[in-house]
Every structure is written in C-alpha cells, then in structure tokens.
C-alpha cells in the first residue's frame, strides 16, 4: 500500500506541471480571435493569432473606409518603415510578439502600431471586466486605452 501512495505522488508529480501549463496556454490563447474596434471615427476589425514562435500577433482584417474618394484602396501612408507604405490598410499588422504575462494577468512585451499616427507604442492588452479587450499604448508613461469587442 505504501508503495502504491509513493507511486500516486510521484505521478501527480509529474502530471501536475503538464496541466498547470496547459491550463496557462488555455488562458493565454484566450486573445486569440477576431475583434472590432474604433479609433478617431476608424472603424476597423483586427485578427489576433498565435505564431509558432508562442507570441501573438493582430493584424486589421477590415476596414470600413477602406477606399479613396477615386475608388482606390487606401495604403498605410504613415508608416516610417518605407518598405510598409503600400501595404493595403485592410492588411496592416498592429502588432506582433506578444506574450502573456501570467504574473499580472495580461499580455505585453510587444509594441503596436497605430497607423493614424505612424508610431509603434509600448502595448499591454488586458480583458475587462465587461469582455473587452482593452489594449493600452503608453510612449513616455503617458498612454491612451481603447476597447475592442471580440466577434
């Protein structure tokens, strides 16, 4: 009998990290899905994904004006990377490398791009209370939050 408890606990032993990290993927992975947001009247839908590296990455999916007064697809003008300017609005990624933070119960690590403005930002993204999630973007220590719905 005693050898079977000695047995039990060294399984548990052994079982219990694979769920503790599980259950951390699981919550991790949460962000993963598409959402809807607005900026400055910019009505927009973002995609966030897992990479295989184990961060997470969003990137605009939709736009609702999308098009120039000409009909024509509007480019991410503002970029400073050069080589990013003819990138559609409707493909522009906001954001990759984040990861989750399983100390304060976010994510961050990464910076996002805001593309009325042309800057990348310190970002932390968090779930509210209400089911948003609210990405924050701080430069400095001052910072602006907005919330996106997920869909």
């Known amino acids: 009998m005693k050898q079977f408890f000695i047995a039990l606990t060294l399984l548990m032993a052994c079982i219990s990290p694979s769920i503790a990290q599980s259950n951390l993927n699981n919550k991790a992975d949460n962000i993963i899905g598409e959402y809807k947001g607005e900026q400055e009247g910019d009505h927009f839908k973002v995609r966030i994904t897992k990479l295989d590296n184990g961060t997470y990455q969003g990137q605009i999916f939709w736009m609702e004006n ?85 869909l």
């Not at 024509?72 to 933070?101: A, W």
Request: net charge positive.
């Open 66 to 150: 999308s098009t120039d007064a000409n009909g024509k697809k509007m480019l991410d003008i503002h970029n400073p990377d050069r080589s990013l300017r003819n990138t559609p609005c409707d493909q522009i990624v906001l954001f990759s490398g984040l990861e989750y933070n399983a100390k304060k119960h976010r994510w961050d690590g990464a910076k996002i791009y805001d593309p009325q403005r042309g800057i990348r930002v310190r970002m932390t993204a968090e779930f509210t209370d209400k089911g948003q999630l609210k990405i924050r973007g701080t430069v400095l220590g001052i910072g602006e939050s907005v919330y996106w719905d997920k």
